[in-house]
């Protein structure tokens, strides 16, 4: 087991170690540390003397600059913003107790590779600039932030990638219901409704479709009558 390395009192670049915090879930040293902006986060041992972290964040406008002079954009670039705000949402998603989400990433185990850790710069290079209406997306979602494991991608494609999203067979397909529902054209909430009541997947979508005629025979049944009242 390796030695405990004691990092009170000691200060790496923005940041100053006010004490210990205790380990997270994937038993790693954190520390509580303390901003130049005066900002307080907890930190992993290995961020810190390594100068992978080196503020709580307060650094994105010092950041930004070098990147505009090396990438070419602008201070006013929206997709400049958009790719930081995944970078930096992705860093306190898994390194920030704080943060609601960071009980199913950062306190599940899940990682940010060292490359990306170190700058936003590297970030950017693997990743490219976000499209617009996408956002960053892990193949496996059990697995941890890495360029091999990451892509951007729409809301519905994250809704189908969740750890929840059970998939059902479907001929020579296993889709969810999110799918189904998109194919047939149903309601998601009434059919999962139905779903988690006990029925199964294609009596469901049986069900559905013989409403639906149903209702398509009472209106045209309403419109005939409405007809021959009119005559």
Not at 10 to 33: D, H, I, P, Q, T
Request: positive net charge; glycine residues 6%.
């Amino acid at each position: 087991m390796p030695k405990f390395l004691d990092l009170t009192g000691k200060g790496f670049n923005y940041l100053s170690v006010l004490s210990y915090a205790g380990k997270n879930a994937a038993k790693e040293n954190m520390w509580r540390c303390k901003c130049v902006c005066g900002a307080i986060v907890i930190l992993r041992t290995k961020v810190l003397p390594r100068g992978l972290t080196k503020s709580c964040g307060c650094m994105k406008s010092e950041i930004i600059s070098k990147t505009h002079i090396k990438h070419g954009h602008t201070s006013h670039n929206d997709i400049l913003n958009r790719t930081y705000q995944s970078w930096i949402s992705m860093k306190q998603r898994c390194d920030n107790p704080k943060r609601n989400q960071f009980k199913d990433y950062g306190g599940r185990g899940i990682k940010i590779c060292d490359r990306w850790l170190a700058s936003y710069e590297n970030f950017l290079a693997d990743m490219g600039e976000r499209p617009e209406g996408l956002t960053l997306e892990r193949n496996n979602v059990n697995g941890n932030y890495e360029p091999l494991n990451c892509r951007w991608a729409t809301r519905k494609d994250q809704s189908n990638n969740k750890r929840d999203s059970k998939k059902f067979e479907f001929g020579e397909a296993f889709l969810t219901i999110t799918e189904i529902c998109a194919k047939f054209k149903l309601n998601v909430n009434t059919f999962r409704s139905r779903v988690r009541r006990g029925h199964s997947v294609l009596e469901s979508i049986e069900y559905y479709k013989a409403v639906r005629e149903y209702d398509k025979l009472q209106v045209t049944a309403t419109t005939t009558e409405s007809s021959d009242a009119v005559s």
